[in-house]
């Protein structure tokens, strides 16, 4: 037998021509979704169906960033992807890159062409935004006066701060006439200075939102004095509006929570406040009084109280010490006199009186030592031991030498 394969060798070659196949490469395929299994692994498994035959689908996990909704079985779809065949089990199917629900197709064409216009004008530049006020008075709102879109509003600002006004601009959001709407809205909302305008509606179908897709909304927004945020569907949902606006908000209560500060945040953080202020002033009074008390004390250290007190017990100390001095050296010098005398006791005319002894000298106190120096008849005077005899000579007598 020629020409035998291998059912893997089949297989591989009908994948072989498929991958070669141009257009099976880039395709889009429309149906309704049937059998549709979301894998543990985040893969999607399902099948695009019409009236005339079923085709298998697959979307892997990593390309599910790019789906904006959640795929349910009945959903017409149009799925952008390659056909390939499946080699284990021979059978062929579409690997599904990108989903967009059916009659989005075209509007979503032209929300990327305008999405790209825009951005190429520098509409959506960072710098062209404004800050959101942090403390705001009065909070302007276009949307619908009904639905849970406003309502969550209401609820959130008013729980978060009572005290903010809010302003309603009661737009139509969806189908024709919306976007001039929603444009005069944008327009009375900044004549009347709200600090902050919040321009949104509930979630939708790309359809339903397209009115905040319009370029003339998102011009109202981009030359609006006041800073706005836009909260336009779910957190999933984008629209131009989003990109354009100073802020865009996942949802309408998440704007809220934006634009409304939480004034209990505020009364908490004003206590932490006062508390840390009142420590701080007790600590810094305390540390002011310690240098007040140094000052104090040095201030009396310093006074001339203190120094004529001090200079008065140096004084004081002065003359004990002198005194103790001088005491001293009195009972030196008079030791030392008490010497001196008994050596001139010794040494006295007086001692030498006392044991017998007299002084003789002249009526002019000269001591007379000879008889050469005195004559018969003069005058003399003799000193004893205890008193003194006046006398005159008599007589001289002279004493010989050889005695």
Same mark, same amino acid.
């Given at each position: 037998m020629k020409n035998v394969y291998t059912v893997r060798q089949v297989n591989s070659y009908i994948k072989n021509m498929f991958t070669q196949d141009f257009m099976l490469s880039r395709i889009y395929v429309k149906g309704e979704v049937s059998n549709c299994k979301y894998h543990t692994s985040g893969h999607i498994y399902f099948s695009l169906k019409d009236e005339s035959g079923t085709i298998a689908c697959v979307m892997f996990a990593g390309y599910r960033s790019g789906l904006s909704f959640r795929l349910q079985d009945g959903q017409q779809v149009i799925a952008l992807g390659s056909v390939s065949i499946y080699e284990r089990s021979g059978q062929y199917q579409l690997y599904v890159r990108e989903i967009i629900l059916d009659g989005a197709g075209i509007l979503y064409e032209k929300f990327e062409a305008l999405k790209k216009e825009l951005f190429e004008m520098g509409m959506f530049a960072p710098e062209y935004k404004q800050p959101i006020p942090k403390y705001i008075r009065t909070l302007g709102i276009v949307t619908a006066p009904t639905g849970a879109a406003v309502r969550d509003i209401i609820n959130i600002a008013g729980r978060r701060n009572p005290f903010v006004q809010l302003i309603l601009y009661p737009a139509q959001v969806q189908g024709d006439g919306a976007a001039e709407s929603i444009i005069r809205g944008i327009r009375a909302l900044e004549k009347r200075k709200v600090d902050v305008m919040i321009v949104g509606r509930g979630g939708g179908s790309i359809e339903d939102l397209w009115a905040f897709n319009e370029e003339s909304v998102a011009r109202a927004v981009f030359e609006c004095s006041v800073p706005v945020i836009s909260a336009v569907g779910h957190e999933t949902d984008t629209t131009i509006t989003d990109y354009v606006a100073d802020l865009r908000a996942p949802t309408p209560s998440a704007a809220a929570e934006l634009a409304v500060y939480d004034y209990r945040e505020a009364k908490e953080q004003i206590r932490v406040f006062r508390e840390r202020l009142?420590?701080?002033?007790?600590?810094?009074?305390?540390?002011?009084?310690?240098? %007040?008390?140094?000052?104090?004390?040095? %201030?009396?250290?310093?006074?001339?109280?203190?120094? %004529?007190?001090?200079?008065?017990?140096?004084?004081a100390d002065l003359e004990n010490r002198l005194r103790t001095l001088m005491g001293n050296r009195l009972e030196r010098e008079k030791h030392r006199l008490a010497i001196c005398a008994e050596r001139m006791r010794g040494l006295s005319p007086l001692e030498k009186l006392s044991r017998g002894y007299s002084y003789v000298q002249t009526p002019q106190g000269e001591n007379i030592r000879s008889v050469a120096q005195v004559l018969p008849d003069d005058e003399i005077e003799i000193y004893v031991r205890d008193g003194r005899i006046s006398a005159k000579v008599t007589g001289l007598q002279e004493q010989s030498d050889d005695r």
């Open positions: 009142q420590k701080y002033m007790t600590i810094t009074i305390s540390e002011k009084k310690a240098v %007040l008390e140094r000052f104090r004390m040095r %201030l009396n250290y310093a006074h001339p109280r203190q120094k %004529l007190n001090e200079n008065r017990q140096y004084a």
